[in-house]
């Protein structure tokens, strides 16, 4: 092992990438080189100067077929008596221990462009090597600055990396696996030299930065072409804007879908960095971005509606079943291809625009099959709403089972009012109010709640609960006593309730539950864990000891909260991935504009879910149906959906199960009661709440409903998450659980969630 360790040392050159000329018509040259091949035996000579010179007397002769004795007598009068071992340069590769004999600089050149004639005429090859380029960030740039030598679209290459190769860049990036742990910058510079020895290589092996911004685009002669090819956000802005400064046209590649990016700040010296998809991002306030708060500024700038799906999926993955995103060698080597192109026409004044293009090889090379318009399954879509003659219908057939006194317009307005700002899954507002007969008649509108989650309409039952107990609670306020009578709602039928009114004798035992109507909110910021005293709980305990059988059960031990937080968790990233769950989530639930939200005033705004700026760029991401298909399918990811759930748990002070005696409609109807009444108690208190209970319903769509809309897959999860469930908490498993929630201390939202105006869903 020793002599592993000497050789290994005693042969590293991980900083050389400069090869040594030799000209022996030169005799110190001449003597240095007969010293260095004496020296080492191990060093290998590669002579095939006369082939190169065969090449020239053809390339100075196309017109003519040579024969052997005509090439003969050329290279002849070419040597003009210098023998050929003289002629021309040996150059020496110190990190191979090769010696390479070549045409001097003119002659190499000349013959090495020949066949880009005339594609490339001899004065445009002339112009191009006077030019110099830079190439920031070395993976897709490695192919990027190959292709530009190779092609010698210029003279002068500088090479800005901070990182070394590691075996998954060889994925995508040409070299050999001995190079492993070397700087990208050596690697590259050697491969150039190897492929041209006379073209200058100036590398930085700290990547860019402030201490060598400078000397990057003005050292020696300032940059003619910036080619921007690397993963941090602070130096794609601060090159732009020294290249702004500079008038020096900047080009991108972003390896996905061919998309090449131009920015000619040449001819534009006032255009807006990245055509303005960085507004508000300059060199100073750059610095002090944390990388969550890059996430949004990287997406606008790549375009995220317009990348690929699968890149979208890989995304979602990041971190969770992959570490980066992906990038192909294919795409990489096009990329090198394009960049080239676009450089090489832009130096030769040939291309003037700026502007974002796609070479896109799925759009371009694929089955000339018409796409099929996506179409929303018809069973996805809602019925229609109940209309106003509907519901007088159905309101004129109920057969009263309790006297009713008249209440004033403004009395049942303010009932109606305190009615609608129950909560609802999906802030779906489930609900229309009908005043006739002296009676207010409850119902559920399904157009409103329709969705994979609400299955057998059992949480829109427990919001029309909710929303009766905010009538109740207002109405004691008022000085009316109500009569409730909850009508059957197997089948899902539309009339739920109907509340009769009597005068109360006694005002005087009116609690504050109706102020703390105005004041509930779903509060999704995250806080900070603390105990909540136990008079707390207990309070909230026994808040519901008269609601039909109602139950509430606490859990603040913290191995449990974090298995059922994961459970929990599972079942959020089930849905969202699940077609009908994503769907229903996003394109009919979130609500991802200020306009949007203050047009439809339901569904849940982006800005009340308590996330950063990065995790709603993620969200949009996630918004392409495709992409998670693609996940779903074939990944079998999604974990990433998780986390927001996980972060409100492990932030949490407890977590409440609501359960009810046994599965039933009306148990649910009457549930919400009693989720209401210990919302309200819980934000009176100043202790914020937030529902985290998809899987009360999905369970109840494993246990009662068959599992319907659940593939093998689904069945399994759910079958396992329901006897984690049951294995946490036993003594719920004769019980019907209804409604989960996480209790902690935190800063209220800025942002309430909209309600429909009282005349869309009351009718006097």
Not at 101 to 120: M, P, Q
Not at 328 to 334: D, E, I
């Given at each position: 092992m020793e002599i592993i360790k000497r050789r290994k040392y005693s042969t590293a050159q991980n900083d050389v990438y400069k090869p040594t000329f030799f000209r022996l018509k030169n005799a110190p040259e001449k003597q240095a080189f007969e010293s260095l091949l004496s020296s080492d035996d191990a060093i290998t000579v590669h002579d095939e100067i006369l082939g190169q010179l065969r090449e020239l007397i053809k390339s100075n002769n196309p017109a003519i077929k040579l024969t052997e004795s005509q090439y003969t007598s050329f290279i002849d009068a070419h040597l003009n008596g210098t023998s050929p071992e003289e002629y021309g340069v040996w150059v020496y590769y110190p990190w191979n221990r090769k010696i390479v004999h070549l045409l001097d600089e003119e002659e190499f050149v000349e013959i090495r462009t020949n066949r880009n004639r005339y594609k490339i005429t001899r004065e445009e090859q002339t112009t191009l090597r006077n030019k110099k380029i830079g190439v920031v960030g070395?993976?897709?740039?490695?192919?990027?600055?190959?292709?530009?030598?190779?092609?010698r679209t210029c003279g002068e290459i500088r090479l800005a990396d901070f990182d070394t190769a590691e075996l998954s860049n060889l994925n995508r990036i040409r070299t050999s696996v001995h190079n492993l742990g070397l700087p990208k910058t050596i690697i590259a510079a050697r491969e150039i030299a190897e492929i041209d020895p006379f073209i200058t290589v100036k590398i930085f092996n700290d990547g860019l930065n402030a201490s060598n911004m400078e000397e990057f685009f003005t050292g020696g002669g300032k940059l003619d072409m910036l080619v921007e090819v690397c993963d941090g956000l602070d130096i794609k802005i601060i090159s732009r804007f020294k290249a702004r400064e500079l008038q020096?046209?900047?080009?991108?590649?972003?390896?996905?879908?061919?998309?090449?990016?131009?920015?000619?700040?040449?001819?534009?010296?006032?255009?807006?960095?990245?055509?303005?998809?960085?507004?508000?991002?300059?060199?100073?306030?750059?610095?002090?971005?944390?990388?969550?708060?890059?996430?949004?500024?990287?997406?606008?700038?790549?375009?995220?509606?317009?990348?690929?799906?699968?890149?979208?999926?890989?995304?979602?993955?990041?971190?969770?079943?992959?570490?980066?995103?992906?990038?192909?060698?294919?795409?990489?080597?096009?990329?090198?291809?394009?960049?080239?192109?676009?450089?090489?026409?832009?130096?030769?004044?040939?291309?003037?625009?700026?502007g974002r293009y796609y070479i896109d090889l799925d759009e371009l090379v694929g089955d000339k099959i018409a796409p099929v318009p996506t179409q929303v399954p018809a069973e996805y879509l809602p019925p229609r709403p109940l209309s106003k003659e509907e519901l007088f219908q159905l309101a004129d057939h109920y057969q009263p089972k309790h006297e009713s006194e008249s209440i004033s317009d403004e009395q049942i307005g303010q009932l109606v009012n305190a009615a609608i700002w129950a909560p609802s899954g999906g802030n779906s507002q489930p609900w229309k109010f009908v005043y006739r007969h002296d009676r207010l008649f409850v119902f559920h509108d399904l157009s409103s709640s329709y969705s994979f989650l609400d299955f057998n309409s059992l949480g829109s039952y427990i919001a029309l609960g909710a929303a009766i107990e905010n009538i109740i609670q207002k109405a004691g306020e008022l000085g009316i006593a109500c009569q409730i009578d909850y009508l059957p709602v197997a089948g899902q039928k539309p009339l739920v309730a109907v509340v009769s009114f009597s005068r109360k004798v006694d005002n005087t035992s009116v609690s504050e539950l109706s102020r703390a109507i105005g004041i509930r909110l779903t509060n999704r910021n995250l806080g900070t864990r603390e105990q909540l005293a136990p008079e707390v709980y207990d309070q909230l305990i026994h808040s519901i000891d008269d609601y039909d059988g109602a139950r509430l059960d606490i859990v603040s031990e913290p191995s449990q909260m974090a298995e059922l937080g994961d459970i929990l968790a599972t079942t959020e990233k089930l849905v969202l991935i699940h077609p009908r769950g994503h769907f229903d989530s996003f394109k009919k639930e979130l609500r991802w504009t200020e306009e949007e939200n203050k047009e439809k005033r339901d569904g849940v705004d982006v800005a009340t879910l308590g996330i950063t700026k990065g995790e709603v760029a993620a969200l949009r991401i996630a918004n392409d149906s495709e992409a998670i298909q693609f996940v779903r399918d074939t990944i079998k990811g999604g974990n990433a959906f998780k986390k927001m759930a996980l972060k409100a748990v492990a932030a949490a002070s407890a977590l409440g199960v609501v359960s009810i005696p046994s599965y039933s409609e009306q148990g649910f109807l009457r549930g919400g009661r009693a989720v209401e009444r210990i919302w309200l108690e819980a934000n009176l208190r100043g202790v914020s709440f937030q529902p985290i209970t998809q899987f009360t319903f999905l369970l109840a769509r494993l246990m009662h409903g068959n599992g319907e809309g659940f593939d093998s897959y689904y069945m399994e999860q759910f079958s396992s998450l329901k006897d984690r469930f049951f294995h946490l908490l036993p003594h719920l498993e004769n019980r019907q659980p209804i409604f989960i929630f996480r209790l902690c201390k935190a800063e209220e939202p800025q942002i309430k969630a909209l309600r429909k105006a009282v005349d869309s869903v009351f009718i006097y």
């Amino acid at each position: 092992m020793e002599i592993i360790k000497r050789r290994k040392y005693s042969t590293a050159q991980n900083d050389v990438y400069k090869p040594t000329f030799f000209r022996l018509k030169n005799a110190p040259e001449k003597q240095a080189f007969e010293s260095l091949l004496s020296s080492d035996d191990a060093i290998t000579v590669h002579d095939e100067i006369l082939g190169q010179l065969r090449e020239l007397i053809k390339s100075n002769n196309p017109a003519i077929k040579l024969t052997e004795s005509q090439y003969t007598s050329f290279i002849d009068a070419h040597l003009n008596g210098t023998s050929p071992e003289e002629y021309g340069v040996w150059v020496y590769y110190p990190w191979n221990r090769k010696i390479v004999h070549l045409l001097d600089e003119e002659e190499f050149v000349e013959i090495r462009t020949n066949r880009n004639r005339y594609k490339i005429t001899r004065e445009e090859q002339t112009t191009l090597r006077n030019k110099k380029i830079g190439v920031v960030g070395l993976s897709v740039g490695q192919s990027i600055a190959l292709t530009l030598v190779m092609e010698r679209t210029c003279g002068e290459i500088r090479l800005a990396d901070f990182d070394t190769a590691e075996l998954s860049n060889l994925n995508r990036i040409r070299t050999s696996v001995h190079n492993l742990g070397l700087p990208k910058t050596i690697i590259a510079a050697r491969e150039i030299a190897e492929i041209d020895p006379f073209i200058t290589v100036k590398i930085f092996n700290d990547g860019l930065n402030a201490s060598n911004m400078e000397e990057f685009f003005t050292g020696g002669g300032k940059l003619d072409m910036l080619v921007e090819v690397c993963d941090g956000l602070d130096i794609k802005i601060i090159s732009r804007f020294k290249a702004r400064e500079l008038q020096i046209p900047v080009v991108m590649d972003t390896n996905d879908r061919g998309m090449l990016d131009v920015e000619r700040f040449d001819l534009q010296p006032d255009r807006p960095i990245m055509h303005g998809l960085a507004a508000g991002l300059d060199p100073e306030n750059i610095r002090g971005l944390s990388n969550e708060e890059k996430i949004p500024y990287i997406l606008r700038m790549v375009g995220a509606e317009n990348i690929s799906t699968r890149l979208k999926a890989s995304m979602i993955e990041v971190e969770q079943s992959v570490n980066t995103w992906p990038q192909l060698a294919s795409s990489v080597v096009l990329g090198g291809a394009l960049t080239t192109d676009v450089c090489r026409r832009i130096l030769l004044g040939q291309f003037h625009d700026s502007g974002r293009y796609y070479i896109d090889l799925d759009e371009l090379v694929g089955d000339k099959i018409a796409p099929v318009p996506t179409q929303v399954p018809a069973e996805y879509l809602p019925p229609r709403p109940l209309s106003k003659e509907e519901l007088f219908q159905l309101a004129d057939h109920y057969q009263p089972k309790h006297e009713s006194e008249s209440i004033s317009d403004e009395q049942i307005g303010q009932l109606v009012n305190a009615a609608i700002w129950a909560p609802s899954g999906g802030n779906s507002q489930p609900w229309k109010f009908v005043y006739r007969h002296d009676r207010l008649f409850v119902f559920h509108d399904l157009s409103s709640s329709y969705s994979f989650l609400d299955f057998n309409s059992l949480g829109s039952y427990i919001a029309l609960g909710a929303a009766i107990e905010n009538i109740i609670q207002k109405a004691g306020e008022l000085g009316i006593a109500c009569q409730i009578d909850y009508l059957p709602v197997a089948g899902q039928k539309p009339l739920v309730a109907v509340v009769s009114f009597s005068r109360k004798v006694d005002n005087t035992s009116v609690s504050e539950l109706s102020r703390a109507i105005g004041i509930r909110l779903t509060n999704r910021n995250l806080g900070t864990r603390e105990q909540l005293a136990p008079e707390v709980y207990d309070q909230l305990i026994h808040s519901i000891d008269d609601y039909d059988g109602a139950r509430l059960d606490i859990v603040s031990e913290p191995s449990q909260m974090a298995e059922l937080g994961d459970i929990l968790a599972t079942t959020e990233k089930l849905v969202l991935i699940h077609p009908r769950g994503h769907f229903d989530s996003f394109k009919k639930e979130l609500r991802w504009t200020e306009e949007e939200n203050k047009e439809k005033r339901d569904g849940v705004d982006v800005a009340t879910l308590g996330i950063t700026k990065g995790e709603v760029a993620a969200l949009r991401i996630a918004n392409d149906s495709e992409a998670i298909q693609f996940v779903r399918d074939t990944i079998k990811g999604g974990n990433a959906f998780k986390k927001m759930a996980l972060k409100a748990v492990a932030a949490a002070s407890a977590l409440g199960v609501v359960s009810i005696p046994s599965y039933s409609e009306q148990g649910f109807l009457r549930g919400g009661r009693a989720v209401e009444r210990i919302w309200l108690e819980a934000n009176l208190r100043g202790v914020s709440f937030q529902p985290i209970t998809q899987f009360t319903f999905l369970l109840a769509r494993l246990m009662h409903g068959n599992g319907e809309g659940f593939d093998s897959y689904y069945m399994e999860q759910f079958s396992s998450l329901k006897d984690r469930f049951f294995h946490l908490l036993p003594h719920l498993e004769n019980r019907q659980p209804i409604f989960i929630f996480r209790l902690c201390k935190a800063e209220e939202p800025q942002i309430k969630a909209l309600r429909k105006a009282v005349d869309s869903v009351f009718i006097y």
